[in-house]
């Protein structure tokens, strides 16, 4: 078994450190991609570990709870990527709820230990988060609005996983005579 205290620690310092880079403004989406699998050294979806996902929650929905950040929590490809959110977050954004729980063998143990958690969970098909983090290959990529920016952080790795991050910023547009924030005279 990990060491449950170094993956949350690991968890909440790769939060903070995307916070720190991204800029997100209170009220946006933050969609964590998360597998325990791979944390604990397993192949993603073979060695589901509610207590190593249960680490990483305690470790990152506490920061974004104190910045006014909504999170997401992105389901296994069982659910068909599904995210669980608070329904005032839903409601916020206008994403349809749709009916399913998670569980650890369907859905996985970090959307399950969000459900479990959230006051009004509610399940929906499709986001467009402002960040993510996507804890051992889980391809976030879906849910993050366009355009994507990797966001490279202190740590790789949590646990044995691969640590991905990205913030999102909007498209420029007008060509060559464009002028964009912070460029412009």
Request: glycine letters at 10%.
């Amino acid at each position: 078994m990990f060491d449950l205290d170094s993956i949350r620690a690991q968890s909440r310092q790769a939060a903070q450190e995307l916070l720190a880079a991204a800029h997100l403004a209170p009220g946006s989406l933050l969609v964590v991609g998360c597998s325990s699998s791979e944390i604990t050294g397993g192949a993603i979806g073979k060695a589901s570990s509610p207590e190593t996902a249960q680490a990483v929650f305690q470790g990152i929905y506490p920061l974004l709870r104190e910045n006014d950040i909504f999170l997401a929590a992105q389901c296994c490809e069982h659910l068909n990527r599904a995210l669980i959110l608070e329904a005032a977050c839903a409601e916020r954004y206008g994403y349809e709820p749709v009916s399913v729980r998670p569980q650890p063998k369907a859905g996985g143990s970090f959307a399950a230990a969000a459900w479990e958690a959230f006051q009004r969970p509610a399940a929906v098909e499709h986001i467009r988060a402002h960040a993510g983090l996507d804890i051992g290959g889980t391809l976030i990529g879906m849910h993050l609005r366009d355009v994507a920016v990797p966001v490279r952080l202190s740590l790789d790795h949590i646990g044995n996983a691969i640590l991905l991050c990205a913030r999102t910023r909007p498209k420029f547009i007008g060509g060559s005579r464009a002028c964009y924030e912070g460029e412009c005279r």
